[in-house]
């Protein structure tokens, strides 16, 4: 029994294998915000919603799917259910500094439903921050960087070294070894003085 006991307490967490999201999100003052929640395909024709509070149990949904990928907007906010990629889109608009606070992408279950806690945080329309990016886009972006980088140090840094290399080995002057230098012609004679001396 006691084996069993971490594992369910994992399966107890709200959204644990089930929805994920990003931890926060931040958008302008006055603009709007748009956060993706992907979840598992066995969950795609369950009903999808975007509730606000601390405390999962007792969070206020805000706007629910209809369980099809119709998009459901109420008030300022809207939902839309992807069912090809398996994600969750809700977008919040006309932001004002009393939507901080804490969220959740919620999955409508019969017995417990499954939830992803995500922060929204709203910057004052007076102060310069960096635009929301969602989730997907910011991994793939941060994914292309490091390929550059590495193809940059792998790649192409040797191969600039290399044709450096080349270039200074071409324009280094050559010497000839002594072995193959020729020799004076007057090397070869020499003067014996003991023939030439009188009788």
Request: glycine content about 6%; hydrophobic content about 40%; overall charge positive.
């Amino acid at each position: 029994m006691w084996l069993l006991s971490p594992t369910l307490f994992l399966l107890s967490l709200p959204g644990c294998f089930s929805i994920r999201g990003p931890e926060s999100v931040s958008g302008r003052e006055r603009g709007s915000l748009t956060v993706q929640c992907h979840y598992r395909p066995g969950w795609k024709t369950y009903r999808k919603y975007w509730c606000r509070g601390a405390h999962w149990l007792s969070c206020q949904v805000l706007v629910e799917t209809t369980g099809s990928e119709q998009e459901v907007t109420k008030d300022r906010v809207s939902i839309r259910d992807n069912w090809k990629n398996h994600w969750v889109v809700v977008t919040m608009r006309d932001l004002g500094q009393d939507d901080n606070d804490t969220y959740w992408c919620g999955i409508n279950k019969l017995i417990t439903d499954r939830g992803a806690s995500i922060r929204v945080m709203v910057v004052p329309g007076n102060v310069v921050s960096k635009p929301t990016v969602d989730s997907h886009a910011e991994l793939f972006f941060g994914f292309h960087i490091r390929n550059h980088y590495m193809l940059l140090v792998f790649v192409k840094v040797p191969i600039l070294l290399l044709v450096v290399g080349a270039v200074l080995w071409l324009k280094e002057p050559r010497s000839i070894p002594k072995e193959q230098q020729e020799e004076p012609i007057y090397s070869n004679l020499s003067c014996d003085l003991t023939t030439d001396a009188a009788p």
